[in-house]
């Protein structure tokens, strides 16, 4: 048997289930943001029945939990309705093309031909977004270019001015100055209805971090006394993120020490 083999087979994981500890998972419970979530969703409500939304921007410090809770904002909309929603990440779509492209795709389930031009594939999904309404979050805003930053603003804000759509958009950024940097035109139109995402106090990143060890880990792999030193250690780098790395680090670490417990000195010694 080789070693891949053996590994495969022999359940020695002190996981319950690793993805827990997934940057990218998304928690089926969401600590601390009921509020948060139930703004986004009075925002939107006017789109269900036709009228006009205003816009929101959500604005928060990293690890606030924006993206979170944007995801099952999202997760509502479409179990409960058939309104298409729209979620670009601006890490990824980073440049305006790829985001008129990646709206054009939703919208007419093809891909743009490479030799159409940008302000083209934006004027058809104008077009089509006359006949129907759209949820249309950008998360991450703040990373995406200036000049395309700017331009985006003033192609989509002016939209429902020029052309007779009904979009929501919903704009997510981590810097509460972001307005400020746009240029004045971009910044005359960006009317929108702020939600803030406030940083977690220690006890709300406790109760998260708990809730994913009790779910990520087998029982006793680690203790509450530990979490709660991760947990301050978190709060100290400001960062939720930091923690949830670090369980996961931790967890494969006395993994593959073909340990089942994590110990004081391991969280001691700890460095990412
Ligand atoms: N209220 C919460 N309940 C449960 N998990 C949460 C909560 N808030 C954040 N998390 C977890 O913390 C991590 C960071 O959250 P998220 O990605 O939503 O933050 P963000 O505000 O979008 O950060 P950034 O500005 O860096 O994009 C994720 O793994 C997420 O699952
Ligand atoms: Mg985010």
């Known amino acids: ?15 319950k289930n690793q993805d827990i500890f997934n940057i990218n998972y998304l928690p089926e419970i969401i600590h601390g943001r009921d509020q948060e979530l139930k703004s986004i969703l009075i925002n939107i409500k006017p789109i269900l029945t036709n009228n006009k939304v205003l816009n929101t921007i959500i604005m928060g410090n990293p690890s606030t939990g924006k993206t ?29 093309r790829k985001i008129y492209t990646q709206i054009f795709k939703l919208l007419f389930e093809i891909q743009p031909r490479s030799n159409v031009a940008t302000e083209i594939i934006q ?6 977004l006359e006949q129907e309404p759209l949820i249309l979050v950008f998360d991450d805003l703040n990373t995406l270019s200036e000049p395309d930053t700017n ?17 929501a958009i919903i704009i997510i950024v981590n810097n509460i100055l972001f307005k400020y940097s746009l240029e004045k ?22 109760s998260i971090l708990k809730t994913r060890c009790d779910k990520g880990f087998k029982p006793g792999v680690i203790n509450d006394q530990q979490i709660k030193k991760i947990t301050k250690t ?28 994590i110990t004081d000195n391991d969280i001691m010694n700890f460095t990412l």
């Not at 004027?123 to 089509?128: A, P, Q, S, T």
């Not at 971009?186 to 709300?204: K, P, R, V």
């Open 151 to 167: 331009k985006l603003i003033n192609e989509l804000f002016r939209a429902n001015e020029y052309y007779h759509t009904n979009i």
């Open 68 to 96: 979170t809770v944007i995801k099952h904002a999202l997760l509502e909309i479409e179990n409960y309705t058939d309104i298409k929603t729209c979620y670009i990440n601006c890490n990824i779509q980073n440049t305006l």
């Open 234 to 261: 978190a709060k100290e780098h400001s960062s939720l993120r930091w923690g949830l790395k670090v369980l996961n680090a931790l967890g494969l670490k006395i993994e593959t020490e073909n340990r089942d417990k």
């Open 1 to 15: 048997m080789s070693i891949l083999e053996e590994i495969m087979q022999t359940d020695s994981s002190v996981f």
């Open 123 to 128: 004027e058809k999904i104008m077009e089509k």
């Open 185 to 206: 035109s971009a910044q005359s139109i960006l009317h929108c209805n702020e939600i803030i995402f406030t940083d977690y106090t220690e006890e709300q990143m406790y």
